[in-house]
């Protein structure tokens, strides 16, 4: 009997590609999202296309139309199923957005997640529980290191981070956005569960999550939004920081690859930054770039005064620690072949 795998927001960017990598490692797969991205973004944020490419191409995939605010139906589907491994990843992801909608953001990122590790405590509390968190929850504190400007780019001018934001770094004291305080309950509660309940937990908090299978719309999935606006000669708006704000990109293969580590040999209320590390950071302009050597298009953009609040002006993760306690892992694709992959799918996609 296969090892069953069980994905909440496995249409998502980070879900698909983690239902596809266990997939191919032999396990059955099942899969919960209720496309809830299309009402938090539009019908751009439509996420349907991917749970058919899912259900289509993965033998053994099942798809279940579940909301993960619904306590019962969590509760009842755990106790069904009984998965080996679970990953999350359902979640509003947008700190724009979660201004306007502040109950449906908490709901979903603060007490799905407790919805889901209750509902893991009480049916299979041996499985490792893979959760999904952010960067965010660190909040605009990074914003606070000294930072030396140039010619494309923030860079950290105090060499305590030469290597990036380690997992130490405070979650207190910043502006987080109401998304940033909702994954902060999230990611807290993943790691409680591990402490106090001993189960193999891990918060991962991640840096852009990105790939080519990203539904990206204006507030969130940068990159692939970003080449969305390059294919279709559309303007995009660059918000503050003169554009030398800094991400780094991780593809979300490289994600899967980690989360498949770690299940197979987990530790109890872990806590890792996942991101490209400094290899794999880009800042804005310098998107716009690669963006144009892969699609041959110029970019067409604005440029507004004003920052988005509580954005990151220079991030980029420290791996040291997962690769210290995950020696097998290490990042396969680099940010140019991301950006291509990125480009080739929403010129295949439309
Ligand atoms: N993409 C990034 O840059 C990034 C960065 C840091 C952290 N993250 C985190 O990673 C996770 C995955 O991000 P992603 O980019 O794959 O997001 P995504 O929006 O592409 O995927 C999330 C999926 O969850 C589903 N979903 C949302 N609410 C749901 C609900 N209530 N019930 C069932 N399904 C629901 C959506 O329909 C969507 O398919 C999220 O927790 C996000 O906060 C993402």
């Not at 957005?97 to 109950?103: F, G, K, L």
């Not at 893991?120 to 504190?141: E, L, W």
């Not at 990036?164 to 940033?180: A, C, R």
């Not at 692939?224 to 000669?233: A, F, H, I, M, W």
Request: contains cysteine; positive net charge; glycine residues 8%.
């Amino acid at each position: 009997m296969s090892k069953k795998l069980l994905v909440t927001g496995s249409s998502g960017l980070i879900g698909s590609e983690v239902c596809v990598y266990f997939a191919q490692q032999g396990f059955a797969v099942h899969g919960v999202d209720n496309n809830q991205r299309a009402v938090f973004f539009g019908p751009q944020g439509d996420t349907r296309w991917n749970q058919q490419r899912l259900a289509t191409s993965l033998k053994g995939f099942s798809h279940h139309e579940l909301d993960i605010r619904d306590r019962a139906g969590v509760l009842a589907l755990l106790k069904t199923v009984k998965p080996d491994v679970i990953v999350h990843t359902a979640a509003q992801p947008s700190h724009d957005r979660a201004a306007a909608i502040p109950y449906d953001d908490f709901d979903t990122n603060a007490v799905g997640t407790l919805n889901m590790l209750e509902a893991a405590r009480q049916a299979c509390k041996d499985s490792p529980f893979i959760h999904m968190s952010t960067n965010k929850v660190y909040g605009d504190a990074p914003n606070k290191i000294p930072l030396k400007e140039l010619e494309t780019r923030w860079d950290y001018a105090d060499p305590a981070y030469v290597n990036g934001i380690p997992e130490t770094f405070t979650i207190d004291q910043s502006t987080h956005s109401l998304f940033g305080a909702s994954k902060v309950a999230s990611d807290i509660l993943a790691q409680e569960y591990g402490r106090y309940f001993s189960m193999p937990t891990c918060a991962l908090r991640g840096g852009c999550l990105t790939g080519p299978n990203h539904s990206g719309v204006e507030l969130h999935g940068f990159l692939s939004y970003l080449v969305k606006c390059n294919l279709e000669g559309r303007e995009y708006k660059l918000f503050g920081y003169k554009g030398k704000q800094v991400r780094d990109n991780i593809h979300s293969l490289d994600v899967a690859r980690f989360m498949f580590e770690f299940a197979s040999a987990p530790r109890c209320g872990e806590v890792y930054n996942l991101g490209g590390g400094k290899d794999n950071s880009c800042s804005v302009l310098e998107a716009f770039k690669l963006a144009e050597k892969f699609s041959g298009k110029a970019m067409k953009y604005t440029y507004v005064e004003q920052n988005r609040t509580g954005d990151h002006i220079c991030y980029y993760s420290d791996l040291r620690k997962m690769r210290a306690h995950f020696p097998k892992w290490g990042l396969t694709k680099s940010l140019e072949q991301t950006i291509q992959e990125i480009v080739t799918a929403w010129q295949t996609r439309k």
